[in-house]
């Protein structure tokens, strides 16, 4: 059985917290959502769908990345072959693209300490079973936290270098300051020396253009649409809210003042919601006209110079990066100060 450590307030994301972030971005203007609302059982589900659409580039050309480079990636965070290394991923999920990167680690140093970290508890149950059916070598170590509010729950073992993992452009769902007071916080964990490995999405350049980026958070087969209409319909079930779904439509667009990508839920029609009394405050009646939108999620997209200074505000320099030969996302390795 894998070891899995928890502390009770972040075991669960409760329907205080979900209220509670319902009521000030609902009720704020522009109205807004909150990306990790998006993650319910559904929510993951289609998000695993999302990463395997064919407009949805970033998922393969990372892993593109890490099969090209993982030796490479491996030996420069153990500085050449002096250092044994531990990886901790922060927002693990199911840890379906960390296997190439165990695998190297394996083929370095035969086994490997593993410390995945994620709020859920169930992805990183799943993560962990295949993980240790696919790598005998690899102790699993979950830990189950809210890496983006708490200390990195880092089980530091003596005499192993660190190496944090934080892929999937998981980074570009903050804002720059929030980016950075996460990335601060994962440094004070870390001992000067030890490492990270970031994965970002990049901008627009003469190899990618906007319609590429818009296609990936706007896909053919309306799996994207599915995913942020998802959380209207999570609200719905968890604080029996009255949002009739066909009011609304999915809308990404790329602001190119912010380099990000916006999604929005697009209110059709006048229509009114309502949200029954909860512990977070009296019931709500929500007034949408058509055209007024819910913002759910920001996307940014990256340039080196901008993970340049992303990773320096938080006391890391680059060690060495890797791109695609499309240059549509950057792996960067950067060393603790
Ligand atoms: C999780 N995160 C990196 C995804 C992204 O690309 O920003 C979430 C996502 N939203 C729509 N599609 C994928």
Redesign the pocket.
Known sequence: MPFLAASPETLDITSNAIAAEARKGLTAHPRSLS?WL?YDEAGSRL?EQ?TELPE?Y?TRTERGIFAAHADEILEQAANGDKQTLTLIELGAGTATKTGILLAAALRRQGSVVYQPVDVSETALAVASENIQANFPGVTVRCQVADYTRDPLPLDRLPGLRTLALYI???I??FSPADATSLLRNVRSQLLPGDKLLLGT?LGPSANKSEATLLA??DDAAGT?AA??LNVLHRLNRDLGADFDLDSFSHKALWNPVHSR?E?HLESHTHHRVHIPANAAGPALTLAFSPGESIHT?N?YKFTPARIAALLQSANFNIAKSWQDTNHLFAVTLATAV
């Open positions: 990306p998006f998000f999302i949805y970033l999937g452009s998981s570009g769902n999405d990936a958070y994207t995913f942020n990508i999604m999620e996307s």
